[in-house]
């Protein structure tokens, strides 16, 4: 009966490299996934400037991770193209807990921006964003807006420009998660993994027996 071959040094290695990035994938989940969620419709009215006075947004995160929030300011002609934008985050209870600066003049005008947040949220829980500016000079941007009914993102709920609702109305925004991968994604990098440490053993092994032939 013929013996197996023994393992190539260095293989026990490789195999330990594989075990722990196949934690990293699953149960830890290092690597995820990213989901866009935003409107179906484009702007078609906007707010006052957001100056003195914020825009403010209700919503309800669908995942825990939002990796940014794009939002669609206007720039008024040119004349409101500096300053810091501000993202206000508050809680149900309106307590602020991150303020997020974003350069003006580095955003799009009439198009969304997205402005990296990288938050830990509570998926289903009632969240505000505010949009304020400072430093703006003599004119402020305005925020873009439009119906909600219909057009989502499914996140929005009221939109606020100072303390009054517009009736009917979500900030035009989307919002980029990362979620974690489904059980697909898992055997697939699994089996990249499986298949990158089979060849490495593989090429351990002949370069062992092409060292003991010389």
């Not at 193209?81 to 149900?92: I, K, N, P, R, V």
């Amino acid at each position: 009966m013929k013996k197996c071959g023994k393992w190539p040094p260095g293989a026990w290695l490789i195999l330990a490299c594989m075990a722990v990035l196949w934690l990293l994938v699953w149960p830890v989940g290092v690597i995820k996934d990213e989901l866009i969620s935003r409107t179906a419709a484009d702007y078609s009215m906007n707010t006052g400037p957001v100056g003195e006075v914020a825009a403010i947004q209700e919503f309800v995160p669908q995942y825990a991770h939002i990796r940014s929030v794009g939002v669609d300011v206007g720039k008024m002609d040119g004349a409101a193209d500096q300053g810091t934008l501000y993202l206000h985050f508050y809680d149900e209870n309106l307590q602020e807990f991150a303020k997020i600066p974003q350069d003006i003049g580095e955003m799009k005008d009439g198009e969304l921006t997205d402005i990296p947040v990288n938050l830990k949220l509570e998926a289903g829980r009632r969240y505000y964003v505010g949009i304020l500016c400072e430093g703006y000079g003599e004119a402020a941007p305005v925020v873009h807006y439009r119906s909600l009914s219909g057009n989502g993102p499914v996140e929005n709920l009221h939109f606020y420009y100072g303390p009054n609702v517009i009736a009917d109305a979500s900030a035009n925004i989307r919002f980029l998660y990362r979620i974690p991968l489904t059980v697909s994604q898992i055997l697939f990098y699994d089996s990249l993994i499986l298949l990158a440490g089979v060849w490495a053993i593989t090429m351990l092994k002949k370069a062992g027996q092409q060292e003991r032939k010389e």
